[in-house]
């Protein structure tokens, strides 16, 4: 799965010499006259093959592009099978299990107690820093799969319509408190910082969840705050080791993190998608988890973790009850893409609508002759109109993220016992 960062050509280019790199390197590395023993072996390979979708993008001039590579193979002496998973940007990997469980495979390689910019796509290959590309956030993943388990590979166009926070029945929880507390204390000693996070630690025990599932699925984890590992299901994500940078990179500034604070600054013009997705002016702002306003009729707040959590919780009720609720589980690759994609059109369905209304493409005037006819828009005479429909209240109350909407996914499949005999295709 590859993403080209921001619109055209270059982008296009970008993401499918990505793709045809790293497929070439793969089907020889792994499934060539060598055939690969070990998971190292396997890593080995996927983190080369990213090498050599780079260099294809730097051969036929591209732009920049998330990439991410799943193997999936049997494994000797089980009946199941592993997903070995490379990812750099935000295309996410998942699991949906056969007891109806959607867990993320790419969880390291983005934060999820930090409100992330939905802009940055956190890294990216092609030429970033001159020929050279973006890899902070490159993620070694592993899991283990059963048969009739699906693995499914997204776009951020696919994965942010699940937020909570871009579906507008949840809002960001607010942190203005927190950081006013922070920048009172700034010249407090280490001794008084310690002081105050012992003495907030029991308070943070007692926080009840801001917002609960619509209902309880039993297939999925119960929303909680209680930790990390109750919020998170269980995986196995490795991140590569992140070498400190010779010089300095304008990617993301590193902020210093204080008692009960949690917030990242994006500061990046290289891989940001300033272009890729339309969103208004005012909510294009790096303090993502900060409330502005407020109303009677305010959302519930949630934080970046239950956003997390709500995340994998919609996209499995979809797969389990569908769009409408009366469907049946998922069971297969093709009807899991379907309901993916109907689900992310319907949801943008009203942005794309006043996008398209006509009054944005073509005025009505009237001729010497006193006949009224239409007459398209210039160029800057739309690009102008069309801002300001982005900018306007309406849109801004909308649902749904226009983006990129890509998917990939596989059904795992049971290796027939003449290959389970055999050494070959073992891990």
Known sequence: MADGVNWGEGARVAARSAVQGSIEYLNSAIFGIHQVTSTKEIFISLIRSFWEAHKYILQVGGALSTLTVAIVLPVQGSKQSIVCCCNVGDSLGYIFSKDNIVREITTASHDVTLMRDMRDALGALGPVYGDKPEMSNLTLSMSYVDEGDIVFLTSDGISDNFDPVVGKFAEAASSSSNSAA??????????????????????????????????????????????????????????????????????????????????????????????????????????????????????????????????????????????????????????????????????????????????????????????????????????????????????????????????????????????????????
């Open 182 to 427: 922070v920048s009172g204390n700034t010249s407090n000693s280490n001794a008084s910082t310690n002081k105050h996070q012992t003495n907030q630690a029991p308070e943070r025990k007692n926080i009840k969840p801001l917002l609960a599932p619509k209902r309880q699925n039993r297939s999925a984890p119960m929303l909680a705050l209680g930790g990390t590992s109750e919020l998170q299901p269980s995986n196995t994500n490795h991140p590569l080791p992140r070498p400190d940078r010779k010089v300095p990179v304008p990617v993301r500034k590193t902020v210093a993190h204080s008692a009960g604070v949690q917030e990242k600054n994006y500061g990046s013009k290289y891989v940001t998608r300033s272009k890729t997705f339309i969103e208004p002016v005012a909510r294009r702002s790096n303090n993502v988890g900060v409330k502005t306003t407020s109303s009677p009729r305010s959302l519930p707040q949630v934080t970046a973790q239950q956003r997390h959590v709500l995340t994998l919780l919609r996209i499995a009720d979809l797969l389990v009850y569908g769009i409408n609720g009366s469907l049946r589980p998922c069971t297969n690759a093709k009807q899991l893409c379907q309901l993916l994609i109907d689900f992310v059109s319907c949801i943008t369905a009203a942005k794309r609508k006043l996008l398209e209304q006509r009054e944005l493409y073509y005025k009505v005037v009237t001729g010497p002759d006193g006949v009224r006819k239409e007459v398209p828009y210039t160029a800057h005479e739309h690009k102008v109109i069309r801002k300001r429909m982005v900018d306007g209240t309406t849109f801004s109350l909308l649902p749904g993220k226009l983006d990129h909407a890509s998917i990939v996914a596989y059904t795992v499949r049971r290796r027939p016992e003449a290959i389970e005999s055999t050494p070959e295709h073992i891990i």
